[in-house]
């Protein structure tokens, strides 16, 4: 099985940075896309941002310009760089991953346990 566990949440002012990180373990073939959701208390879990093949990148309009996704293919990890924070930004962000394992030629979505950004003065 395949397990992401995902760390960099917690609190952080307005305008400020943190870096959200996901590693996939297991036994993994290939990974088609990595990428990041969030769901805020009372909202619809919502796409944040994806990047398939570890280069091609999409973001919801309501981040961009001020998070990029990126991947370290060799580790298996995708990380969510957030600049420049807004208290909307304030969610559970969870790590997606759609993924081969090595015994399967089906492609199947992971998700992680979530890890809680908080963003407030």
């Known amino acids: 099985q395949v397990q992401l566990v995902e760390s960099g949440g917690g609190l952080v002012q307005p305008g400020g940075s943190l870096r959200l990180s996901c590693a996939a373990s297991?036994?993994?073939?290939?990974?088609?896309?990595m990428g990041w959701y969030r769901q805020a208390p009372g909202k619809q879990r919502e796409l944040v941002a994806i990047?398939?093949?570890?280069?091609?990148?999409n973001y919801a309009d309501s981040v961009k310009g001020r998070f990029t996704i990126s991947t370290d293919g060799a580790k298996n990890t995708v990380y969510l760089q957030m600049n420049s924070l807004k208290p909307e930004d304030t969610a559970v962000y969870y790590c997606?991953?759609?993924?081969?394992?090595?015994?399967?030629?089906?492609?199947?979505?992971?998700w992680g346990q979530g890890t809680q950004v908080t963003v407030s003065s």
């Open positions: 997606n991953a759609v993924v081969k394992l090595s015994f399967s030629s089906i492609w199947s979505n992971y």
């Open positions: 297991g036994t993994i073939f290939s990974i088609n896309a």
């Open positions: 990047i398939i093949s570890g280069s091609n990148t």
